[in-house]
């Protein structure tokens, strides 16, 4: 790689080890972020262009109005995220909605448009899911296909029936029915947020992973409700209490390869933020506070396999080309970014990404 010459010897450390020749800077393999929603229309060009400039992959996320669950939608969205991305080295990937009804011939038409994953968002569970799954027996057909083509079920693992909570934990045996029907179908438990949710993953066959987010990594509910309501913090699934983010951050830097990033990255415009709409638009700011939470818990040296190697592996790739630089240099996040209220406005971070 052109770039390794310059590291002083350090392309010949094992995968994984830090470059911090005065302590105050990381290089690691280009990250992945295996769960982005980049939105639609004229604001979805800025997103794009947020994430591609430092990721390696992004693999969007399908609750569109209307959803990609076609071969034709996911082909136009396609070219709409491959022009926002334009002149940046970030290979976008996509997921289709999975719907009742669509049927298996629909599943193919995801795929052979380049799909490799599809979304199971439980009905009305949240934005844009109304019309999403009430029960994994009412996708049987389009699950049946999904294992037998190889595709990856990503799963919003959240009971919208249940306290908001409590609504993970209570979903967790929809997920373990699913995983014991479909003995070939590999699985993503996205952003999981509580440490039930880690502990069954980690029990799981080795089919079975899950992306964790920055902000449930670093932060709690106290966050969102603590002092004041803070809007900013509030998405689905909600930030819970230091017990379940303690036992991310021991699955995030444990180096199991069951565990990988995932951002969530959802922005909203100020006002809908504002209202209460959830999701927090963590792209600008996601690795600087992985950096901070690897850093806390003396891990550095293991935040390469969760942001580049892991989720690469479970998805049957390659690692992304290229190196990203970290650096321990302190500023504070703009208030807005992109149109969009980006995660953790107005705090001053330790890390920032080397532009």
């Keep these: 790689m052109a770039g390794d010459k310059a590291r002083d010897g350090w392309a010949d450390a094992p995968a994984g080890t830090p470059y911090r020749p005065d302590g105050d800077s990381l290089e690691i393999a280009r990250p992945d972020d295996f769960h982005v929603h980049l939105r639609q229309g004229p604001p979805l060009a800025a997103y ?10 992004a ?12 071969g034709r939608a996911l082909g136009d969205y396609r070219r709409a995220v491959l022009a926002g991305m334009a002149g940046y080295a970030c290979e976008p990937l996509f997921a289709f909605k999975l719907l009742p ?53 990503s799963v919003h693992a959240e009971d919208p029936a249940r306290p908001a909570m409590e609504r993970e934990e209570a979903f967790l045996p929809v997920l373990d029915r699913v995983i014991g029907r479909y003995p070939r179908l590999r699985l993503v438990m996205e952003h999981v947020s509580s440490r039930a949710g880690a502990q069954a993953v980690a029990a799981w066959p080795d089919r079975v992973a899950a992306t964790i987010t920055a902000h449930h990594l ?17 998405c689905k699934p909600v930030l819970k209490g230091e017990r379940d983010r303690d036992a991310l951050r021991a699955a995030a830097s444990s180096g199991s390869p069951k565990f990988f990033f995932g951002s969530d990255s ?40 969760f942001v580049s190697r892991a989720g690469a592996a479970f998805y049957g790739l390659a690692p992304a080309r290229g190196i990203l630089r970290l650096e321990r240099s302190a500023w504070t996040v ?13 705090r001053t971070l330790r890390w920032r990404v080397a532009e």
Excluded: Q, W
Aim: aromatic fraction near 6%; proline fraction near 9%; include cysteine.
């Design 48 to 57: 794009a262009a947020r994430s591609a400039r430092h990721f390696g992959r």
């Design 59 to 70: 693999l969007a996320m399908p609750n569109t109005v209307p959803p990609i669950s076609s």
């Design 101 to 153: 009804g669509m049927g298996a011939a629909a599943v193919r038409d995801c795929a052979a448009a380049g799909a490799v994953a599809g979304k199971y968002y439980p009905a009305g569970s949240t934005t844009n899911a109304a019309d999403g799954v009430p029960s994994p027996e009412s996708v049987a057909e389009e699950l049946a296909a999904m294992e037998e083509l190889g595709l990856v079920l």
């Design 218 to 234: 670093s932060f709690t509910i106290d966050e969102l409700l603590g002092e004041r309501l803070s809007p900013s913090f509030y």
């Design 266 to 305: 959802a922005p909203h415009p100020p006002e809908a933020k504002a209202a209460g709409a959830a999701g927090c638009y963590a792209a600008p700011t996601a690795l600087a506070l992985l950096a901070e939470a690897f850093e806390e818990l003396g891990r550095l040296d293991a935040l390469e396999g």
């Design 334 to 346: 703009p208030e807005l970014m992109d149109g969009a209220v980006p995660l953790a406005a107005g």
